[in-house]
């Protein structure tokens, strides 16, 4: 996405070398060759999907179970910023730990509590104690132990898998994300809901354990090599990652304008369930419904998004997939009909997916292994520090204006933002087309 990006010298591809003890510089244990991505990363991929199908579960089932207690629309809509809150607080913290942490057992780590934490909210609803406050806390929870998650997981791919095939294996992880995610925890949460209130949290609380197990057989350590240069202390380490992204024109420009396109997003989806409810007139459970058709769409997403790469310059595709969304909004909001919404969540999952698939392989690629932790929590730090703000947006223009006005005010601010999107792809071309063909980029 840039030509010449000021600051930081060439930031050559993430070796597993620099990440895994025990790996080659030229390609991670236990890859495989011609275009395979070795045991090593389906072992990590096993552990995702298992998580995230007890995810797209209890994600389904929190919304859900907040509509039984209250129907305004302000608390269901900070219910969901609850869970992006975190990500403004911890994430560039949770970066700097991973980057002195070994990755592998911070994930572990991160599942035990997650599970404790679902589980603990699963007990309070079989003893018909479950309170607003309590969604609140568990959403705030688990959203804190997700940003040393996810960080750890984005910064493990690079040491697992060689660069040329980051977009293979980012896909991979994208669609069966969405697939167990969206197109099986959303319906299963929905279904088991239905069943008993406390049964998706029990489901997504074993999911996490099991995920967790999964990562226990992983071989290697995953502890990043610290550069000659890294400062000391904790606070001037989270500077040094802060100073590297300010000073690199492709990932600083990119990053502001899709902290305001997630703001603008989250304005919808924080009030999705109450339009399906309320606009659509469906019963709470076809929601989950919905968010399978984002899974649909995503899943063919994460397939297409390496063919996309291959076959046409990135910044045209990156550019029409972040167009999308906005434009999407738009037309579910002017045209309130249940057919029209399942179609353009459908292109939402696809255009959101490639467009996650190639922003985190040009990461992966362009941000030097020993700060990939710090530099990611920086950039999810402005991109989901954002989303609570729109999720109570989106809750205050429902509430002033009504529930479709929310997605075509939100869907047209979001187009708009394609302009200086546009600017940055074309300026910064000819580095994001030759990240797939050149071993190093000069920045």
């Not at 002195?100 to 599970?115: G, T």
């Not at 688990?142 to 040393?148: D, Y």
């Not at 045209?316 to 309130?336: E, I, K, R, W, Y």
Request: with cysteine; proline share 6%.
């Amino acid at each position: 996405m840039s030509t010449t990006p000021a600051g930081p010298e060439s930031a050559g591809p993430p070796s597993a070398g620099s990440a895994a003890d025990g790996a080659s510089k030229g390609a991670p244990e236990g890859a495989a060759g011609r275009g395979g991505l070795g045991r090593r990363f389906w072992l990590l991929f096993a552990s995702s999907t298992v998580s995230n199908l007890g995810d797209g579960i209890g994600r389904v089932a929190l919304p859900l179970l907040a509509v039984t207690l209250t129907r305004d629309p302000v608390p269901v809509a900070a219910l969901s910023s609850m869970t992006y809150l975190p990500w403004v607080l911890f994430a560039v913290v949770s970066g700097a730990l991973v980057d002195r942490l070994d990755r592998r057992r911070a994930m572990v780590a991160a599942q035990v509590v997650r599970a404790v934490v679902v589980g603990l909210l699963a007990v309070a609803v079989v003893a018909g104690q479950a309170a607003m406050w309590m969604l609140f806390a568990a959403a705030f929870a688990l959203g804190a132990v997700e940003t040393l998650y996810d960080n750890a997981a984005h910064s493990m791919v690079p040491a697992v898998v060689t660069r040329d095939r980051l977009e293979k294996a980012n896909g991979h992880v994208s669609a069966a994300s969405l697939v167990t995610d969206s197109f099986l925890g959303a319906p299963a949460g929905s279904a088991l809901f239905t069943v008993a209130a406390a049964a998706p949290f029990l489901a997504n609380s074993l999911g996490f354990l099991a995920a967790g197990v999964l990562l226990v057989f992983l071989p290697g350590r995953y502890r990043a090599e610290p550069g000659a240069e890294r400062p000391a202390g904790l606070g001037r380490e989270i500077g040094e990652g802060v100073r590297w992204l300010w000073r690199h024109r492709l990932l600083r420009d990119v990053t502001l304008v899709g902290t305001f396109s997630a703001g603008l997003n989250q304005a919808g989806n924080a009030v999705m369930v109450l339009f399906v409810v309320d606009v659509l007139r469906l019963p709470p459970a076809a929601f989950g419904w919905f968010a399978l058709a984002v899974g649909a769409g995503g899943v063919v997403g994460g397939l297409v998004a390496p063919v996309l790469a291959r076959r046409w310059p990135r910044t045209p595709v990156m550019a029409v997939a972040m167009a999308v969304g906005g434009v999407c909004f738009v037309v579910a909001g002017l045209f309130p009909v249940t057919a029209v919404l399942v179609v353009c969540l459908l292109a939402v999952g696809v255009s959101g997916t490639v467009w996650n698939v190639l922003i985190m392989s040009i990461r992966q690629a362009l941000v030097p292994p020993h700060l990939f932790g710090r530099v990611l929590g920086v950039i999810r730090t402005l991109l989901w520090g954002l989303i609570p703000v729109g999720a109570l947006g989106g809750g205050l223009l429902a509430d002033v204006f009504g529930l479709r006005q929310v997605f075509v005010i939100s869907g047209v601010a979001m187009t708009l933002l394609m302009v200086p999107l546009w600017l940055t792809l074309r300026r910064n071309r000819e580095v994001i087309d030759s990240l797939g063909r050149a071993e190093t980029v000069d920045t």
